[in-house]
């Protein structure tokens, strides 16, 4: 028997106002995971073809058509059997379509040119910097790591030239 689980999520607006201090963030709608075997293989269909359309987007600097239809294939799938009803789909929303959902708005306009390749762990992440000049996927994992490695690195080199010296 599958399990299901619910968490409530906010837009972007919601959740920077709060951060400010003002009003608390209002849920906009209810994420619907259901735990079974068909969904997690949507899911990670829906995952790799787009890992795969986007990593080679941005490795070669424009939108492959060789990976298109097998991500459009993956997205159909998991909005098909997804299990909101039309009437109930702006409260609750499955986590399947929540992805088919966040996969199609990279592919409107050139909102897919502000994917990166994080230089620590090889993730891809959306690069919304104002200057778009990201390097890492999170500054406190990824870059943390590759900055002590650099201090480390440094250190090392003056301690080498010391002895050396």
Same mark, same amino acid.
């Given at each position: 028997?599958?399990?299901?689980? =619910?968490? &409530?999520?906010?837009?972007?607006?919601?959740?920077?106002? $709060? +951060?400010?201090?003002? /009003?608390?963030?209002?849920?906009? #709608?209810?994420?619907?995971?259901?735990?079974?075997?068909?969904?997690?293989?949507?899911?990670?269909?829906?995952?790799?073809?787009?890992?795969?359309?986007?990593?080679?987007?941005?490795?070669?600097?424009?939108?492959?058509?060789?990976?298109?239809?097998?991500?459009?294939?993956?997205?159909?799938?998991?909005?098909?059997?997804?299990?909101? =009803?039309? &009437?109930?789909?702006?409260?609750?929303?499955?986590?399947? $379509? +929540?992805?088919?959902? /966040?996969?199609?708005?990279?592919? #409107?306009?050139?909102?897919?040119?502000?994917?990166?390749?994080?230089?620590?762990?090889?993730?891809?992440?959306?690069?919304?910097?104002?200057?778009?000049?990201?390097?890492?996927?999170?500054?406190?994992?990824?870059?943390?790591?590759?900055?002590?490695?650099?201090?480390?690195?440094?250190?090392?080199?003056?301690?080498?030239?010391?002895?050396?010296?």
């Amino acid at each position: 028997m599958p399990t299901v689980a =619910s968490s &409530s999520f906010t837009d972007g607006a919601d959740l920077e106002a $709060s +951060a400010g201090g003002d /009003s608390p963030s209002q849920p906009i #709608a209810t994420l619907l995971v259901v735990d079974d075997e068909a969904a997690v293989r949507r899911v990670l269909d829906i995952r790799e073809s787009a890992d795969r359309l986007f990593r080679s987007a941005v490795l070669s600097g424009e939108l492959p058509n060789t990976h298109l239809p097998a991500l459009l294939r993956s997205i159909a799938s998991c909005v098909e059997n997804s299990q909101e =009803s039309a &009437s109930n789909a702006a409260h609750t929303l499955s986590f399947e $379509s +929540a992805l088919a959902t /966040s996969a199609l708005s990279l592919l #409107a306009g050139q909102e897919w040119r502000k994917v990166r390749i994080c230089r620590n762990c090889n993730w891809l992440f959306v690069d919304r910097s104002r200057n778009a000049s990201r390097l890492w996927c999170d500054m406190s994992v990824c870059g943390n790591r590759q900055k002590a490695k650099r201090h480390y690195e440094r250190r090392k080199a003056a301690a080498g030239d010391i002895v050396h010296g």
